[in-house]
């Protein structure tokens, strides 16, 4: 079968891969800014969705490509990229349907490890580049975020303790407005990338670009859009859970989360460590709940919420592994992806219809 | 160090850069606030000296927190 066909089932995965990764990652530049109404949530998720189609333009140097130093990168076939994918938006999607913020970078290196696994057995995993760059700091991010944001949220109540209530609440609503718009335009520099990265090595590896080519231009207007879309659309679930399911937030926790968060994050860029973004901003939550008091947090959400992060990689490399399995079985040069993205397309298509016909609406929850 | 790949002073400079700019960012803008609210009560009662120095002190706080933004997106996109 012709092997462009493979390429654009891949092209295709990786944007709708790209638009689950808005939609759930909302979450992190919105949550606490629409539940201290610092924002209306429509102006929240417009202003999120714009800043992340702009962050998507400002710096092309397409980092990573998708799990470097995680897999053997001369194993990787469009194959194993297209059942990573499958993995990565099975699990990003399932994580939405619960309302449970988890990270959609490790979701995609799960997947990917997964599907190579099984493409390519044991050697194609990396298994020190899975220490440092996921499972080390998939315990840094959110114990040192809970750390700094529960700190931070002393200090803060310690300056302004005395002030007047109203002043105060929107001095710390301005601050989330300028915290918020900061994350949303880091997503849109980080995540879009990765879809960037992506479909860069598919043309690649199909001989369409060569290998020392530029990103072209209708790559990352297309990443740019779909995830800016799927920030659009917003996945309500998870804002609901981070907005005010963890803690009932006032707006300086909501600065003290949403601002020392992005402070942690960039700072950790900086220092050459890169942390996730949700597992920081639902750390440093938790830690601006739990420094005001203790039984402010939800323990039961923010339980739920630690076992999702533990269950991510091995869940969405499971996932990556079996897709891999079916497409080998089908082949993997086109009939496998091509039969194995129709019957998802349809069971979604089902689902959504389904929804529709019982009078909910496709993405909000109930 | 090195341990099971993880370079442990590259973890170390991980959480005191991230404890000093989050600490410093929450202080910086706590201190905005402070000093807005307290230059609008000095005006309010009249003291006019008072409320140009809690501006003053509001504006300069500000700018240093605009320049830990401005400085947040240099390195988002030095990635």
């Known amino acids: 079968m012709d092997s462009d066909i493979v390429l654009w089932i891949v092209v295709a995965t990786a944007l709708v891969f790209d638009f689950t990764n808005g939609f759930h990652d909302t979450a992190n530049a919105v949550a606490t800014s629409i539940s201290t109404r610092a924002l209306s949530p429509r102006l929240a998720v417009t202003m999120a969705a714009v800043l992340n189609f702009a962050g998507a333009f400002l710096s092309l140097a397409v980092a990573a490509t998708i799990a470097n130093g995680i897999v053997q990168a001369d194993l990787i076939t469009p194959a194993i990229v297209f059942a990573g994918l499958i993995g990565a938006i099975a699990w990003n999607l399932l994580t939405w349907y619960y309302g449970l913020p988890s990270s959609s970078s490790h979701a995609l290196i799960g997947g990917v490890v997964g599907s190579a696994f099984v493409a390519a057995g044991p050697e194609a995993v990396l298994g020190e580049g899975l220490v440092t760059k996921v499972i080390v700091p998939a315990f840094v991010a959110p114990v040192l975020a809970f750390a700094v944001g529960g700190l931070g949220i002393l200090i803060i109540y310690r300056i302004v303790g005395r002030q007047r209530p109203g002043p105060v609440a929107r001095g710390f609503r301005l601050g989330q407005i300028l915290s918020g718009g900061l994350l949303a335009l880091s997503h849109g520099t980080n995540d879009a990338q990765k879809t960037m990265g992506i479909i860069t090595l598919a043309l690649v590896s199909n001989g369409t670009l060569s290998e020392h080519a530029d990103v072209p231009t209708w790559v990352v207007v297309a990443s740019a859009t779909a995830i800016s879309l799927g920030t659009y659309v917003g996945g309500w679930r998870i804002i609901r859970t981070m907005g005010s399911r963890i803690i009932k937030m006032d707006p300086a926790q909501g600065f003290g989360a949403q601002g020392v968060g992005a402070t942690v994050i960039l700072a950790a860029s900086h220092a050459g460590f890169p942390l996730s973004t949700t597992q920081v901003i639902s750390g440093a939550i938790m830690g601006t709940g739990a420094a005001k008091r203790v039984s402010a947090v939800r323990w039961g959400v923010a339980g739920n919420i630690v076992v999702a992060w533990v269950l991510t990689l091995p869940a969405s490399a499971l996932v990556g592994g079996f897709t891999y399995a079916i497409v080998a079985l089908l082949g993997s040069d086109g009939l496998g992806p091509l039969v194995v993205s129709v019957v998802l397309v349809a069971a979604l298509i089902a689902v959504m219809a389904r929804r529709l016909v019982a009078g909910k609406t496709l993405t909000a929850e109930g | ?79």
């Open chain 2, 1 to 79: 160090m090195t341990v099971l790949g993880v370079t442990w002073g590259l973890l170390w400079q991980t959480i005191w850069v991230s404890f000093a700019a989050g600490i410093g960012v929450a202080v910086l803008f706590s201190l905005v606030i402070l000093a807005s609210a307290r230059a609008s009560d000095a005006r309010r009662a009249g003291q006019d000296v008072a409320a140009i120095g809690f501006g003053a002190l509001a504006t300069i706080t500000f700018l240093v927190f605009l320049t830990g933004v401005i400085l947040g997106v240099q390195v988002m996109l030095a990635k």
